[in-house]
């Protein structure tokens, strides 16, 4: 492939500007720029003039925000399941023989007001998770 389209080029140049191009790209952008030196000025014009945009992030970013969102969705369904827990247990009952046999607040308050302290602390925990993670 000797002649190159000025097209292919034009396709190839984000690929050279950003650094990205492979060995062979780079070489043969490099020739045909310098073969065509009004092509060339014109597109060190045009990437002048246009913003800088970042390039992509590499492999292992995206890998390593996939296990902190999984990490964070499994934090946050365990925080809310310990909450739903704990905010359940001092309402915990018997009822046996047509009669309330046991009733938590009632029966143990002691055990009723540590449940319901981790379950605030539960929920606690889970609010800050989420505004952590909505910052982000």
Not at 18 to 25: M, N, R, V
Request: charged content about 15%; proline content about 5%.
């Amino acid at each position: 492939m000797t002649d190159l389209h000025e097209d292919i080029i034009v396709d190839l140049l984000p690929l050279y500007y950003s650094g990205d191009a492979s060995e062979a790209t780079r070489a043969t952008v490099e020739a045909y720029l310098a073969a065509h030196p009004e092509f060339a000025a014109t597109m060190r014009e045009a990437m002048a003039a246009s913003p800088q945009v970042p390039g992509n992030a590499a492999p292992t970013d995206g890998v390593r925000t996939i296990k902190r969102v999984r990490s964070q969705v499994a934090l946050r369904g365990t925080l809310i399941g310990l909450g739903i827990f704990f905010s359940l247990m001092p309402c915990t009952f018997i009822y046996a023989h047509g009669r309330l046999v046991y009733f938590m607040w009632r029966d143990a308050p002691g055990s009723a007001a540590l449940y319901a302290g981790l379950a605030l602390v539960a929920w606690i925990a889970l609010f800050i998770t989420i505004r952590r993670t909505n910052k982000l």
